[in-house]
């Protein structure tokens, strides 16, 4: 069974052009769905030709690009990013809020009334326990 010269194995490609960290998160992307080639689902060995659109979510991310040059081996990001041509929508902004429950250095173990302030900053509001009313 010969591979054709011009196809690639689609998680062997998202991880050679670093859209992945590990060849088996791609694979375990393509399983588990996240893996789109132009708008239908695919597997691992599924072949990959230039041309193609390959849309990852990975990490609450979609990353949508179009197949430039296929690769079989993991290459360094400036090589990787010629390899594709990017048609990603902009990642969401980082929220400006100083992050809940920071205390200044030094100021001492928070009072009940401060953890519980700083718990329901963070959303972990516990609600009523058992034996309170």
């Known amino acids: 069974m010969a591979e054709d010269a011009g196809t690639v194995r689609v998680d062997v490609w998202i991880w050679s052009v670093r859209l992945t960290k590990t060849r088996s998160t791609a694979a375990s992307a393509c399983r588990a769905g996240h893996v789109r080639v132009n708008g239908d689902r695919v597997k691992p060995a599924h072949p990959l030709r230039p041309g193609d659109q390959v849309r990852v979510r990975n990490a609450g991310r979609e990353r949508v690009v179009v197949v430039s040059r296929i690769i079989r081996k993991r290459v360094g990001a400036p090589v990787a990013v010629e390899c594709y041509t990017d048609h990603s929508p902009p990642p969401p902004p980082r929220e400006a809020v100083a992050p809940a429950g920071r ?9 009940k009334r401060d953890r519980r302030e700083m718990e329901r900053l963070r959303g972990m509001d516990g609600g009523s326990r058992p034996g309170t009313s």
């Open 103 to 111: 205390r200044d250095r030094g100021a001492g173990r928070p009072t």
